[in-house]
């Protein structure tokens, strides 16, 4: 089913680690033109303690992020989870096998906002399904399914 924003922002609320989340639409303008893209913010301290959980947050989110109704998110996903300490939200996503991830590669800018990466809307039609898909049911679990590739119940 898809969701709401008020009900993704529960769903993953509801994941190990989260501390909280908030899930809104961002809207941004090129000369006369609307791009929209879906925004998710996690704070997750405790997830910071391994790349693992990190990435398995990343692969948990994801989906039910690509579930959220409301415009077309043509500018993708944009992704920031807090960690303490700090890891690299865009290198772990990389290197768990989405594709389409926009990050700083330079260390002093990734120092400042290493906690954010983007998502393009093609590799997630690609990876997770064309938006928007039925949100996953179930709090999804980690380490059962390649990084990256839809979870359990998730179209593709």
Known sequence: MVAS????????????NVSTATVDEEKTTDGLSAH????????APAAGRSEEDVAEL????????????????????VL?????????????????????VGFPSNPQLSEKIGYQATFGRR???????????????????GGSRTRGQPGPGTPQ
């Open 80 to 100: 920031r989870i807090r960690t303490e300490p700090q890891l690299e939200i865009g290198r772990i996503a990389r290197d768990s096998g989405w594709r389409d």
């Open 36 to 43: 929209y893209r879906i925004a998710v913010d996690i704070s």
């Open 58 to 77: 990343i692969d948990a989110v994801l989906p039910l992020a690509w579930s959220t109704r409301g415009h077309t998110p043509d500018a993708g996903v």
């Open 123 to 141: 590799s997630l039609d690609e990876q997770i399904g064309t938006w928007p898909v039925d949100a996953p049911r179930g709090t999804p679990t």
């Open 5 to 16: 924003r008020e009900a993704v922002a529960a769903n993953i609320n509801a994941l190990p």
